[in-house]
């Protein structure tokens, strides 16, 4: 079935440092790609979408882009803040028809930035 | 413009209660989906109401049940609670496309914290 890898955490670096978070994806036909955050105590909020491939989602200084061929959507921030440090989510949506959206989500990752 | 509100924030139950908490989608959205969220883990899909009808449902046992009601808000009800209900239960909204299915851009809910003791 679809599913959603995305690398494991704690990820720590310091403030103004490169982030690479990596997400790969399985899926039957075209998903559409998110990426969504988590801050602590709080429920999870959009950061970024692709539909199609080749496509880059990008907010607030982060990017992805949709790799059809390499089955992936990393997440990527040249400068981070350390007001970045919150789980990071890669989810899929299959669309089989486009009867419903479920997103399928990866297990999160954690990102820990220090000043 | 209000974005997607749930109640309660917290909740404790014990083991063979049950449970109800509520959703409000953001202004203007039709269709409701919930997801339960083990600590440590990425959310996992429930089921999705649309037209107040259930149009698809996760892996979830017939314990888990929900509603929805003509205003678009809903319900998610957990009979029999076990100690591995324990999550954060979250809600999301979308807005029907213009084929008739669901965009897919879904906006969360803070979440409710169940807790079963």
């Known amino acids: 079935g679809d599913s959603v890898t995305q690398m494991e955490g704690p990820v720590t670096l310091s403030e103004e440092a490169f982030l690479t978070i990596n997400c790969t994806y399985t899926a039957t036909g075209y998903p559409s790609l998110f990426w969504y955050v988590q801050y602590p105590g709080e429920g999870l909020q959009l950061l970024l979408k692709a539909t199609k491939a080749d496509d880059k989602g990008s907010n607030k200084g982060f990017e992805a882009t949709y790799r059809k061929e390499t089955t992936s959507f990393h997440l990527e921030k040249g400068s981070v803040q350390v007001s970045d440090s919150a789980v990071y989510f890669c989810?899929?949506?299959?669309?089989?028809?486009?009867?419903?959206?479920?997103?399928?989500f990866g297990t999160g990752t954690l990102l820990a930035v220090q000043p | 413009d209000a974005g997607v509100t749930q109640s309660p924030t917290h909740l404790i139950k014990t083991r063979g209660q049950q449970v109800t908490l509520r959703c409000s989608p953001k202004?203007?959205?039709?269709?409701v989906s919930w997801y339960q969220q083990a600590l440590g883990q990425g959310p996992q899909f429930i089921f999705q109401y649309y037209e107040e009808e259930e149009r698809q449902r996760g892996n979830f046992p017939d314990r888990f049940s929900g509603h929805q009601f003509p205003n678009y808000s809903s319900e998610l009800n957990v009979n029999a609670l076990l100690l591995g209900d324990s999550a954060l239960y979250l809600c999301a909204s979308s807005l029907v496309g213009t084929s008739g299915g669901p965009t897919d851009t879904q906006y969360f809910g803070p979440g409710t914290r169940l807790t079963v003791l």
């Open positions: 989810a899929l949506s299959p669309n089989y028809g486009g009867a419903t959206n479920k997103l399928i």
């Open positions: 202004s203007g959205h039709d269709t």
